[in-house]
């Protein structure tokens, strides 16, 4: 609502003997005749309005308008008089303030690092600068290209607190030390790690490096720079908070480079210390040599190690967590809810729908199975679902559930209207006429409307809107009834039936029908679809072709509110072999589009 009481230019017109009224016809605000042009009708219908925000005015007849008490006064020939300032509990705090950056310098960062100052500074040629507008010491560490010419410099600004790491506006994220790539090659190994203060540890060590400027910063074209090389490392940093996969910020290097490189070998942290520079302080120069050598000797390949990951994983399923998501419709509603992390099966409501629109027993759905690829678990799982179909009674059921869950977060918070048209007096241009008024009703608002095929039961078509006021329409006393009656009034044809073509029961306009047949579930995204098949899976034979390729395989219960029964997740050790496998099913299976797409990538 609006709040007379900081508005100061309406409180100013007010002094002056103004009248307004306040409407939300379009957004709420005031409205009254206007103090400068008294035009006539201004009593009738008033042209002049202040915005809720007691700041912008405007006259709509004769274009006086402006923003704020002082530009009113001014436009008005009037002396501004300053006002106190009312304190406003909605504002929203200030930025903070810029407090600089720590900033560093080579002896500093030297000292801090276990990094040898002669070396930093001849071999390396890091010196001391300035950076930002505060001009906070920095050190400035050149880089360099295979060539050995000189690219766009970073600056180290912080030492253990605040940014650590800054570049200059437009220069391009590249490699650190790709001088030394040839030496690399000739050594025939690589160590990946993250920042230039590791790389020049291994380096002053007399180890290949390479340093990658940030977890997810590695790009594909970066890859011809390990060419020629037969084994790449990827130092793998402990800690950190993990990403939406699981993954922590060392784990998503290795990964990273492994989508573009193929084979890498992971150098998983010891306990002593999370990265090179922190290991070589505690353990001194010989003890960090004979255990990094260890360590590359013992290093295992990234498909073995995400291979065991999903096994893990898979055995000891994620915890419960706290889920958002929005429904929007005629209005929008917030749930929130508890579910098995990426799940939507127990969303709030759904249980409910069950129960008002029970399966019923003694009738076998139709299913079909789905092949499905998790690039977050590592594992592949397939799946029976209920087939998309009318004909069947229990899937028939499923679809009521399915429409009414997603319909009636739409409408029921808002009246509605409804018209029933008996079978005598419906057609098809009965029908368009209606669509057609229902359709210039609801254009442009957030109004909505929606029809449902009740012939075969009541022998009626239903219509309702949430658009009050329109000619035949009578408002509902119950939205619940009137949507339950509306979805099992509609009968679909039997099994054995002619198929005469689709089986539309019901439609309206886009806000209220989208995805309406849609499950809705949180987790779209964290699995894609690679394969399909039009009949049932058949488990025995998925697990035969899993035993014989050595692949494990674990029994997971249903998570899906489509699914029926349980799945089986196969630990491939990525999409490309698990559709690969998939294809040798050929007979039975039809790779989508993403399936097909990886199976591209294997050849």
Known sequence: MID??????????????WNYKITNRDAEKYKGPCPVGHHAGDDVDPKFSVHANGVAFCCFKCGFSGGGLRNLKQQMGLDYEPRVQMPNPNRKASKKKYTGLQGATVRQLCDAKGIDYEYAKSTLEWKDTTFGRGKSPAVEMPYRDIDGQYLAPRFRVGISDGTRILSSKGSRSMPYGLQNISQCRAGNYVICEEGETDWATLDEMGYNALGIPGVNTFKAEWTVYLNGIKTVYVWQESGGTPDRHGRTPGQQMVHRISEYRGEVFVLEAPA???DPCELRQKLGDDAFAVLLDQMMVDAKPYNAVALEAAVRRANNPKPATDVAFKVRGNNSYTLNATFTR???REAPGWLDVCQMFPVPSGVKPW??????????????????????????????????????????????DCPLYMLSIPLDDWGKQKHQSIKRKLQ?????TMEGWAWFDNIKRHGTVIYITSVPGIDDFSEVPDNKTILMSALNGIVPPSADAADTGRFRPFGGSHNWTAKAETTGEVDKGRYETVAVAATPTEFNLLEVMCDKDNIPTINKAPVWRGQQGSGLAMCYPDKAAFVAAIY???????????????LVVEV
């Open 4 to 17: 007379t009481a900081t508005t100061s230019v309406v409180d100013y017109l007010v002094s002056l003997g």
């Open 272 to 274: 002593e210390g999370k």
């Open 367 to 412: 299913t079909h199975s789905t092949m499905m690829w998790s690039d977050s678990d590592s594992h592949g799982i397939a799946i029976d679902v209920l087939s998309n179909t009318w004909k069947n009674a229990a899937n028939a059921q499923f679809k009521r559930q399915k429409i009414y869950f997603n319909l009636w977060r739409r409408v029921e």
């Open 440 to 444: 210039r009703h609801t254009k442009g």
């Open 584 to 598: 040798g099913l050929s007979d039975q299976y039809t790779l989508t589009k993403k399936g097909v797409a990886a």
């Open 342 to 344: 990426g799940r939507g």
